[in-house]
Nanobody
Framework: QVQLVESGGGSVQAGGSLRLSCAAS????????MAWLRQAPNSERELVAR???????NYADSVKGRFTISRDNADNTMYLQMNDVKPEDTAVYYC?????????????WGQGTQVTVSS
């Protein structure tokens, strides 16, 4: 099993910055990639950014140039640096990891952290 714990959410004014963290813990696992997704009220969950073990990244068009995803493979921690945030970035942000545990590949999810951007 893999446990994911997010932190760093909160309230911020438009134009400000936040940094989200996601720490993965457990035993006997190997993470292939990690990602941040978000879900705003009355909206479907959407991919924000994704990072592979080797460092390849992908971003949603809506956050390109403003958000940066990074990862520390040594301690299985992922970050999302959010700059120049906008009210439309308001959502619950979820951390997810695609990991191999005992030969099985599956997705694991964190509990989510609220980000609220005021105009």
């Amino acid at each position: 099993q893999v446990q994911l714990v997010e932190s760093g959410g909160g309230s911020v004014q438009a134009g400000g910055s936040l940094r989200l963290s996601c720490a993965a813990s457990g035993s006997g696992f190997s993470i292939k990639y990690m990602a941040w997704l978000r879900q705003a009220p009355n909206s479907e969950r959407e991919l924000v950014a994704r990072i592979a073990y080797g460092g390849t990244t992908n971003y949603a068009d809506s956050v390109k140039g403003r958000f940066t995803i990074s990862r520390d493979n040594a301690d299985n921690t992922m970050y999302l640096q959010m700059n120049d945030v906008k009210p439309e970035d308001t959502a619950v942000y979820y951390c997810t990891a695609n990991a191999v545990v005992s030969g099985l590949i599956r997705d694991y999810w964190g509990q989510g952290t609220q980000v609220t951007v005021s105009s």
